[in-house]
């Protein structure tokens, strides 16, 4: 048994051991759909890899560890993780929702789970009377999203958790912006973590992949049982290359977050720049939240230009050469993306825009390139 280890060394450590045939450091990609048995029932823990395979065990073990919990499920991508965390609920059930969150978010709850008589609330998380308006007896998830995509808010998670137990209301957080590495809302309380693991945890652009982390037993099983059941699960390939991202997660973490900053300092003084949505900056909103909440700032952030409207956001992404225009985040690579029309389009205008995601805004995955040529970059862009 190892001994408990800080966050940096459960990265690498946390839940791994060498692989039992050979002692492959890394485990191997099992790239098996079954096991033989010897006799009916007679295997070594694994029958059939939509239930267990043992790649993808080695990173759910990962997974529970960097986010200090006790149980790690893999799916086959964020929202397919989201999916089976609203199959724990029934038809009449509310969940309340943040009202800024990932339009694919957004579409899960409103375009699927709708129909199968789930109730949705979507509401500004800043503070708990507004939360509270909406709870009654069949509020049976907070469904928590910080720092916001794409808004950049902060929700005090503690706040929340503390607001639903009195209430016995379960808290899922999306902890997919931030990573353990800045946050790990099961130590503040929330019952499910869940990640889309493409982002920052799988780190390279390179894989669709999600997660959830519980703590408690019974809901694991609970879990495990939809995963098993409903079968949304990652394959071999895609748990190796998570796994092996994690693994660097907090190294590249802190560059992200140091370049964001550098970022958002220039991009503040920026003349040609109205506002930058980065809660590192002290009149953001949130900031004292986030300064206590989270370990840094994350490597994500928003701007409007002044005056600036949908060709004026178009044209800036257009010229950016070394920051690529594509949906997603949290790869080394840096990207930058047109929220109301990629991300969130499927959140309707009027919606998106109350919470700021107006044409102009331009959302950017700052990366982990030497920051000074992402500042050329932006720099020639803006003009
Ligand atoms: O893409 P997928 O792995 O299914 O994860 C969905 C998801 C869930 N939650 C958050 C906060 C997300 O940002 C995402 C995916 N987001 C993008 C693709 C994006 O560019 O914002």
Known sequence: MKKKLHFNSNTIHGGQEPDKAYGAVMPPIYQTSTYAQTTPGGHQGFEYSRTHNPTRQALEKSLASIEAGKFGFAFG????????????????????????????????????????GLKFHFVGMDNSQKIEKFINSKTKLLWVETPT???????????????????????????????????????LGADIVMHSATKYLAGHSDVVLG????????????????????????????????????KTLHVRMQRHCENAAAIAHFLKK?????????????????????????????????FVTRGGDYNAAVKIIESLKLFTLAESLGGVESLAGHPASMTHASIPKELREKSGVVDSLIRLSVGIEDVRDLIEDLKQAIG
């Not at 609920?89 to 929702?97: C, F, M, N, T, V």
């Not at 958790?161 to 931030?178: S, Y």
């Not at 949505?277 to 994350?298: L, R």
């Open 270 to 302: 920026h003349s040609k720049i109205e506002k930058v949505y980065w809660p590192g900056f002290e009149e953001h909103p949130n900031h004292g939240v986030a300064k206590a909440q989270m370990n840094d700032y994350g490597g994500m952030l928003s």
């Open 211 to 246: 997660s959830l982390v519980v703590k408690d037993e019974e809901l694991a099983e609970r879990i495990g049982f939809i995963q098993n059941a409903s079968g949304a699960i990652c394959g071999p390939m895609d748990s190796f290359l998570t796994l092996r991202g994690i």
């Open 77 to 116: 991508s964020g929202l397919a993780a989201m999916d089976a965390v609203l199959k724990l609920l029934k038809p009449g059930d509310e969940i309340i929702s943040t009202d800024d969150l990932y339009g694919g978010s957004y579409r899960l709850f409103t375009k699927i789970f709708e129909d199968f």
């Open 149 to 187: 995509n794409p808004m950049m808010n902060i929700i005090d998670i503690k706040s929340i958790t503390t607001l639903a137990k009195t209430h016995g209301i379960m808290v899922a957080v999306d902890n997919t912006f931030a990573s353990p590495y800045l946050q790990q809302p099961l130590t």
